[in-house]
């Protein structure tokens, strides 16, 4: 088996994914039409053009223009259902999917629009494809520690079908402290929490995620390594870091694939995980960042198997369910090893 199938096939999980990064072009202007949305481009080639970042702010933009044409409860429904299809022909068997709530619910859709939709096809999608999932409502960053409050409580009687809360949008300003008290009674409903910290902040934003929001992941987290005291706490504490670097190439945050710091991650023995960000904007899904990662840091099938197995280890599925995973990773690699 060659080592591209080797990847393709192996048994993973994708922890680090937002769906409305999974936009695709394509679906894009199918939705607009539907409902009636006048979009700025005239084609999808105008729109994979104008897909080209500087830095994190400069995608935030886009990504926040591309989700407008989301209004309807099967906008949502056919969005998650497309990234289902594609995770599955990826070899993922479990999805921890991002939502931002805010991105619509500050243009008028309702919460209950946004998560039912999601959710039905998380159901569909375990039902076609046996891909379990947990859904991680995220708060923006730039807006404000109230207008999140107002959000965790819209989300309240959904709360069965939320796992975790998460951190997103713009990190430079905007600490992870200024989201303490939601963050406490998120985890007062029994929520879990992680946050996006390091990728273009400093570390000491992975401390307060970690200490203040009570972070049992970190996203991203590339940036950890500038502390060598933060790298023995991430280690010992066995958090896990959810690396997704075909999205950090775009952004800038390493200038190329070949000077990323994956690998030395791994060898200090974090828990590194491979994820694809955003997707539909970033050039790639989760087998194509590990397959790129692997030819740019030439990892071998060790490598890959070891981060295999963290994605299930870093996940939030219970006990048993990852025992059956790692299970199912070990006969594979047994037999194609
Ligand atoms: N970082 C912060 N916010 C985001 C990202 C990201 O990579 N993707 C979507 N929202
Ligand atoms: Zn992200």
Redo the contacts with the bound molecule.
Sequence with gaps: MTLTTYIREIPKAELHI?IE?SLEPELMFEIAERNRVVLPFSCVDEVRKAYNFTD?QS??TI?YQGMMVLQKERDFFDLTLAYLKKAHTDGVRHVEIFF?PQGHTERGIAFETVISGIHAALQGGEQRFGITSRLIMCFLRHLSPESAMTTLNCALPFRKWITAVGL????KGNPPAKFATVFDRARAEGLLSVA?AG?EGPPDYIWQALDLLGAARID?GVRCVEDSRLVERLRTGHVPLTV?PL?NIK?RVFPTLGEHNLKHMLDMGLCVTVNS??PAYFGGYLVDNFQAVQEALNLDRNAIRTLAENSFRASFLTKKEKRGYLEELDRFCLSKG
């Design positions: 937002h990064g994190l995608f935030l990504y931002d997103d949008s713009s990190e996006h990728e991203h997704c999205s952004l960000d955003d």
